[in-house]
């Protein structure tokens, strides 16, 4: 039988999103490790951010969510070259 947690998996598994507490995303977290993390549209790394009604990093043309490393490119208007982009991917790895 499902629960609510089982029903917040299903749910993001269909791209649907919504807010949560801190206590749910514990909850989902603890049976599906990973479910509730924002990921990089560009990179595919962990935002660190907390939705698109929050704080993450989205363009006007409601592209995203992107993690610090990439908005930083995308502010720049310009793509990383290979060697910047080991660099950022060091970086997530340190945090």
Not at 5 to 26: C, F, M, T, V, Y
Not at 29 to 54: F, H, I, M, Q, S
Not at 69 to 85: N, Q, Y
Request: with cysteine; aromatic share 10%.
């Amino acid at each position: 039988m499902n629960d609510w947690i089982d029903d917040e998996k299903a749910r993001r598994d269909r791209g649907s999103n919504r807010p949560l507490l801190q206590s749910d995303h514990w909850a989902v977290n603890a049976r599906y490790p990973g479910c509730t993390l924002e990921y990089c549209c560009d990179c595919g790394g962990v935002t660190g951010r907390a939705g698109k009604g929050e704080d993450s990093l989205f363009t006007d043309d409601d592209e995203g969510p992107y993690c610090y490393d990439c908005w930083v490119f995308v502010l720049e208007g310009r793509a990383p070259d290979d060697g910047e982009m080991q660099a950022a991917a060091l970086s997530e790895i340190d945090r």
